[in-house]
């Protein structure tokens, strides 16, 4: 892939990690960056991952330098062994030594010794292991405790909110009929924590207890030995499956099933001025909600909302005020505060949510909550000062707070939450994996919430914008991916349209209200520095351009791929959005013929609509890497 493609697709030139196949008989994996990847037995998903990590004190993962690779393939195994080098905050310096070996038995074994130079501070250093979700969420395992107790259980399948299992062993589970897996990890005590909470598609078994202090100091000069050890059996009834990716995706269409959400943008005083003087590009989006943060804590006053009333005066959307409540004073005496000067501002809302600050720190299973006023004396509060808007409530972090601190949702008008795919992995895959894990998100959220309460989501982007875990967000000075990062490159790419598309694909069954996805300018914008439109613009346009209208059900048969969006017209006709979600084309057979608007990297500013016939042969719509496309059935 050459630079300039890199540059349209992930708005940088930085090189894509090499991906090696390794693989023995039946069993395969993809060695990146030290690690494995996709560990398969005859083309089915065993394991999404197996990593060797080291954490910073702000969960940021450290990026290893290896040396010394050597790698042995043959018919019947491979063995990989290496050595890697991370350097702690302090200066302390980490060396480890790896080694994997994998046989066409359908036995992997991944082992490290580690030896930190001085003593070294890190939050987790160890391996480990994340089993998918698809297929296994609701699923019986069997789990093997340290104490050699033997636990019958099933995978979560609404997110768990705390740990499912703890002191463990060794975790066996069915990857198909016929085919199972059993994974045996060494060196320490294991736990695992249900990743989907921060939209993450996996159960991740990690190192180390959460409930033991962190960050905590390996001494210097100390080994450290960890290993992994997976063991696959095959009965014959566990044939190898075929692979589909080279089968056309399908789109299917169904009955009404809602109102698509509306699309909106977030507003930060950092970022008025800019907006400001983007004001026509905020026209051209036209978007149906304008969320503006307000935090009296970060230094927020009168003139960051009398910004917000000059942004949001000529624009024909909903205000709603993101209010961080800093809870220094009384909630009733700050917030009054923040009604007085929003009247002076002269500013018109539509709504208010607010949060206390210490929530938006994350307070992790077995800690101890900080001290914060009640919810309903916050709500109260808010109900007191804004009497006659409707009150939001939640988390203004992610699905995961929501989930461990659940608020009292009957005093609230609608509740909201964040996401963030860049949590623990950066990498391209992951952060398109994600969209997996959002109907469980979404589920889960609607048994907290409510079947008939508004659900809003929201600013839900792939840079993070608020670190819950840590001192900050990571520093990403090169442009790079780049975990908990608040730049993430590929906001300039056409990765950033595919995925916001993908994610709106998801909202349709959990009703959700409004997604605000993007702000106009900055880290999170859909315009660079000197205005020009990023991808995202486009998409967003979009997105903004049917809200309201009435979604229907739309199936793709190939969800990794290629995820959809399908709406009636207000004229009675369809409209359908596509985004392909890979670095490979696509083919997709589309369910209807019309008119087409192709974003990609031959026309990054789609200036003209061509008819159907002209892109396709028949209804076989052909899609580059990471492109977005809408089709308007002809009339």
């Not at 909106?264 to 950092?270: I, K, S």
């Not at 001290?371 to 995961?400: H, I, K």
């Amino acid at each position: 892939m050459t630079a300039e493609l890199r540059r349209a697709y992930f708005g940088t030139d930085e090189p894509i990690p090499e991906v090696r196949l390794l693989q023995a008989g039946e069993l395969t994996a993809e060695f990146i960056d030290g690690n494995l990847r996709a560990i398969r037995f005859g083309g089915r998903e065993v394991l999404r991952a197996v990593s060797y990590l080291v954490r910073d004190t702000s969960w940021g993962t450290s990026i290893p330098t290896i040396t010394e690779l050597v790698v042995e393939d043959g018919r019947d195994g491979f063995d990989v062994r290496y050595r890697a080098h991370c350097a702690a905050e302090n200066g302390a310096e980490l060396v480890y030594d790896a080694a994997i070996i994998g046989r066409s038995d359908g036995t992997i074994s991944f082992s490290a010794e580690a030896t930190p130079s001085g003593d070294f501070v890190t939050n987790r250093c160890g391996f480990t292991i994340l089993h998918p979700i698809l297929g296994l969420a609701g699923r019986p395992v069997e789990v093997e405790h340290v104490d050699g107790s033997i636990e019958h259980a099933v995978l979560p399948d609404l997110i768990d909110p705390a740990q499912p299992f703890k002191d463990m062993r060794a975790i066996t589970h069915e990857v198909a009929p016929g085919i199972r897996a059993i994974c045996r990890m060494e060196g320490d005590a294991f736990e695992m924590e249900d990743q989907r909470n921060w939209s993450d598609a996996s159960y991740k078994t990690y190192v180390r207890p959460l409930a033991l202090p962190w960050p905590y100091t390996l001494p210097a000069g100390v080994p450290q030995r960890q290993s992994v050890a997976l063991s696959i059996a095959a009965s014959g009834e566990g044939a190898p499956r075929a692979e589909a990716s080279k089968v056309p995706v399908r789109v299917t269409c169904g009955a009404v099933t809602g109102r698509v959400a509306e699309f909106g943008l977030v507003l930060t005083p950092e970022e008025a001025a800019a907006t400001l003087h983007h004001a026509d590009r905020l026209a051209e989006i036209a978007p149906q909600t304008l969320l503006c943060h307000f935090d009296l804590g970060a230094g927020h006053g009168i003139e960051a909302l009398r910004d917000f009333e000059r942004i949001a005066r000529p624009v024909a959307a909903e205000t709603v005020l993101e209010c961080v409540v800093p809870c220094v004073e009384t909630p009733a005496d700050e917030l009054r505060h923040v009604a007085r000067l929003v009247a002076e501002a002269g500013l018109r809302l539509d709504a208010i949510t607010v949060s206390p600050a210490v929530d938006r720190r994350s307070t992790p299973p077995g800690s101890v909550w900080p001290d914060c006023p009640p919810l309903e004396s916050v709500y109260s509060a808010a109900r007191a000062a804004f009497p006659n808007l409707p009150l939001g409530g939640g988390m203004f972090s992610y699905f995961t707070e929501l989930n461990r601190k659940r608020p009292p949702v009957g005093l609230l008008d609608f509740v909201t939450h964040c996401t963030c795919p860049i949590v623990h992995d950066a990498d391209d895959r992951s952060v398109m994996q994600s969209l997996e894990a959002l109907p469980f998100i979404l589920r889960s959220a609607r048994a907290i919430i409510g079947e008939g309460r508004p659900y809003r989501i929201g600013p839900s982007t792939i840079g993070m914008r608020h670190n819950p875990y840590g001192a900050r967000t990571t520093p990403n000075p090169d442009g790079g991916r780049v975990t908990m990062a608040e730049r993430d490159p590929r906001q300039r790419g056409l990765f950033a349209a595919a995925w916001m598309i993908g994610y709106a694909a998801r909202l349709g069954e959990a009703g959700v209200e409004a997604f605000i996805g993007a702000a106009l300018t900055g880290d999170f914008g859909l315009l660079d520095e000197d205005g020009t439109p990023r991808p995202a613009f486009h998409a967003a346009r979009m997105l903004a351009s049917i809200a309201g209208w009435q979604r229907r059900a739309c199936r793709s048969s190939a969800e990794d791929r290629v995820l959809t969006v399908l709406t009636s017209t207000p004229e009675g006709g369809s409209t359908l959005l596509l985004a392909n979600l890979t670095p490979e084309p696509q083919a997709v057979e589309l369910p209807f013929g019309g008119w087409c608007t192709l974003l990609d990297e031959t026309s990054l500013v789609p200036g003209r609509r061509d008819t159907l016939p002209a892109a396709m042969t028949g209804r076989l719509l052909r899609l580059r890497p990471y492109a977005v496309a809408r089709v308007d059935q002809a009339e």
